[in-house]
């Protein structure tokens, strides 16, 4: 945490879930960052990474594990997708790489 | 007899695999491929956080910080 912030950048986690259980889930493992909820799913709609997961006839919709890093341009810098997406280091790596590529 | 009871065998092997067969499916998620590509503009958007009253808006970034977002299955889920 210290690094991504030192690195001049924000991080943000976002799923399906309401406000109060991404609270009790970020004071169970310790997160500090913020976590959204995008529990209409038009977020993860226009991002493309939903999946539909059928369930007894119906379909659940969750979101596929994915790490964007985005820049200070508003552009997307790099897209990490599953299993890759859950260690940081390289989307921490990318933010540090940006900012000595814009001289800060 | 013996017509039947090979019969009976062959329902009793689709019903061993019919199974199999739904739950397999039942397992399979449709994963949607992102359109976006590095160097797309990252669509903006305002969501409630954990963290206060006030939600998030992407565009309140811009020309300030760099900004990951990691989006996750579930709460409580691992990893």
Do not use: W
């Not at chain 1, 959204?36 to 977020?43: A, G, N």
């Not at chain 1, 810098?77 to 990318?94: G, N």
């Not at chain 2, 998620?29 to 992102?34: E, N």
């Amino acid at each position: 945490m210290a690094k991504i912030e030192a690195s001049d950048s924000v991080i943000f986690g976002i799923s399906i879930d309401s406000p109060p259980a991404n609270g009790a889930f970020a004071k169970q493992i310790g997160v500090t960052f913020p976590l959204l909820s995008d529990m209409t799913h038009k977020v993860l709609k226009e991002y493309g990474i939903v999946e539909d997961f059928p369930l007894g006839g119906d379909k659940v919709e969750f979101a596929r594990r994915t790490t964007f890093v985005i820049d200070k341009d508003g552009k997307i810098k790099h897209i990490e997708f599953d299993s890759t997406a859950i260690d940081p280091t390289t989307a921490v790596t990318i933010c540090t790489g940006l900012n000595e590529k814009t001289g800060k | 007899m013996k017509r039947m009871l090979s019969f009976g065998s062959a329902l009793l092997m689709m019903l061993a695999f019919l199974p199999l067969g739904a739950l397999a499916q039942d397992q399979q998620p449709t994963v949607t491929t992102t359109n976006l590509k590095v160097g797309d503009v990252a669509p903006d958007f305002t969501l409630p956080s954990d963290q206060g009253r006030s939600g998030v808006t992407l565009s309140s970034f811009k020309g300030k910080k760099n900004v990951i977002l990691a989006f996750y299955v579930l709460a409580f889920t691992g990893g």
